[in-house]
């Protein structure tokens, strides 16, 4: 089962809650969901810059609509924020534009510790990957990276033409423990593909921040092994 589920959607209403957090009707469902689906796509590439982790959506019902909170978790907040918060006032106007179901509010959140957090590992690994580094040594800095953070347990798999072989296979390190089939151990996963001349890379990352974790946590908050994992 480990290797079949996603790590987060498998604690979803354990230790984990939902990056979107809004109720409707059946015949607005369709419309609010596309509405979440282009909010993501219009703030991903402009915040890609500030390092974003994650998107959080909340929704909250009133007499002419609903009011729109967006949420944008990053590790480099003066990016998205700008010169007296300029950059961020363009930004909001620019999804006001997208959103018709009602009034939008936009709040920035610093990550604390980038080091733990699996979307933004990934995507260091998938960047040093786009700029020719071994794929190797960049998973092993990695782990270090997040072992030296605090983490219990990381691992990393990377997957498609590592160093540009003809055959694609998937390659792979671990250090620390992962109990991916224990419930309440706090475990951030993350899936980020890197383009690469030769094709795209699937970069995974799974860091266990603790063993036992109760009640809902964020994302913001939160030595390698030489003999490689192959992935199933």
Known sequence: ???????????????????????????????????????????????????????????????????????CHVARPGVVIGQDGAKSKEIEAGLKKIVKSGKVSLKIVDVKNPDLDATLIGKWIAGEIENRQSFRSTQKKALQRVRKAGAKGCRTICGGRLGGAEIARAEGYKDGVIPLHTIKADIDFAHVEAATSYGRIGVKVWICRSTEKEGKEERSEGGSKDAPAKAR
Request: net charge positive; aromatic share 8%; proline share 1%.
């Open 1 to 71: 089962m480990g290797h079949k589920v996603n790590a987060v959607g498998m604690r979803i209403g354990i230790n984990r809650g939902w990056d979107s957090n809004w109720f409707a009707a059946k015949k607005d469902y369709a419309k609010l969901l596309h509405e979440d689906i282009e909010i993501r796509s219009y703030l991903e590439p402009l915040l890609k810059d500030a390092l974003l982790s994650h998107i959080s959506i909340g929704r909250v019902k009133t007499d002419v609509g609903f009011n729109v909170n967006i949420t």
